[in-house]
């Protein structure tokens, strides 16, 4: 496949997402904060992708989240962390990398082929 067709496919899909709107129930994607950074650039835990489900809806695409991590569950709620913004991305641990999400944020995920 070309690079343009490629892109085109892309850009055709995140328009497809922007039109998707939240609702409780949904799977969605969090991108985890990861562990701090060490002295020597190394990170425990590095930032990723996990597994989500929409608990809640607030304005603007902010989401409350239950968020599926190997280790157990974690709740982001509106009402007590603030919940958790879209941003537009991909998984950062996706082979198909096109926009990386920033960390504690949440976005749609792709569709495989």
């Known amino acids: 496949m070309r690079p343009s067709e490629i892109m085109r496919q ?12 939240p609702t409780v129930g949904r799977d969605v994607h969090y991108v985890s904060a990861g562990s701090p950074v060490q002295p020597d650039g190394s990170q425990m835990y590095p930032s990723t992708c996990r ?5 809640e809806v607030g304005e603007d695409n902010v989401i409350g989240v239950m968020v599926m ?9 509106i009402g007590a962390t603030g919940g958790v913004k879209l941003e537009e991305g991909a998984c950062i641990n996706s082979d198909r990398l096109v926009w990386p999400s920033a960390p504690g944020t949440w976005h749609w995920p792709a569709h495989v082929q």
Request: hydrophobic share 40%; net charge positive; glycine share 4%.
């Open 10 to 21: 892309q850009l055709i899909a995140r328009a497809e997402r922007q039109a998707m709107k």
């Open 51 to 55: 597994a989500a489900k929409v608990t």
């Open 69 to 77: 991590n190997p280790t157990g569950i974690h709740f982001h709620s």
